[in-house]
Structure formats: C-alpha cells, structure tokens
C-alpha cells in the first residue's frame, strides 16, 4: 500500500511563509507527477501545484508567483513552499502523486491543515 506522509500545516499570518512536505515511497518518487491540492468545507478539492516527473512545475493562477513546488530526490519528499499567504489560502492541503500513465495509480495523503489568520 502506498502511503504519502504530510507535514508542515498550522497557523500562520497573513503575509507570512509556511512549507509542507510530503514523503513519498522512493519507488513512485522519481516517476509520478507529484503534486498539491486544497480543499475548504463545502468545496471541491481544488488544483494548487504539480511537479512533473522531469521536475518541470504548473501552479494555479491563484497562487502562482507565491507557491513554489520542489523536489528533494535524496528524501523522496516533495515540498510545497507558501509565501505571502492570505486568508483565502486557508484550507487543507493534501499530497498527491499519480502516474499519469494510468490513472488508477492515483494516491493521497491524509491532509494538513494550513490557516491564515491574524
């Protein structure tokens, strides 16, 4: 069974800065497109970021020039670094990691809770 690992939620300021990191099992790592999603009570999960498996990155128009996606390939972990937040960011943000090859490889980490708020 494959299992993503999340970390890096919690209560943050408007305009402050927050990383989440998601470990990911080594033998999917390299070859998934890896990626973040958030979702707000009563509403769709919603698109933030993918990390190609060439690295290459796509962001949501609603964060782009704020987020940045990356890859550590010695920890198998994908980040998500969050600058210049704002209170529409809060959310819980999940970790996922699909082979885009085939589609029912298609796995999600269990959520973090990232808030904006003063």
């Known amino acids: 069974q494959v299992q993503l690992v999340e970390s890096g939620g919690g209560l943050v300021q408007p305009g402050g800065s927050l990383r989440l990191s998601c470990e990911v099992p080594g033998t999917i790592f390299s070859i998934y497109r890896l990626g973040w999603y958030r979702q707000v009570p009563g509403k769709q999960r919603e698109f933030v970021a993918f990390s190609f498996s060439d690295g290459s990155p796509k962001y949501a128009d609603s964060v782009k020039d704020r987020f940045s996606i990356s890859r550590d390939t010695a920890k198998n972990t994908v980040y998500l670094q969050m600058n210049s937040v704002k209170v529409e960011d809060t959310a819980v943000y999940y970790c996922?990691?699909?082979?885009?090859?085939?589609?029912?490889?298609?796995?999600w980490g269990q959520g973090t809770q990232v808030t904006v708020s003063s």
């Open positions: 996922n990691a699909r082979n885009i090859r085939d589609a029912r490889y298609d796995y």
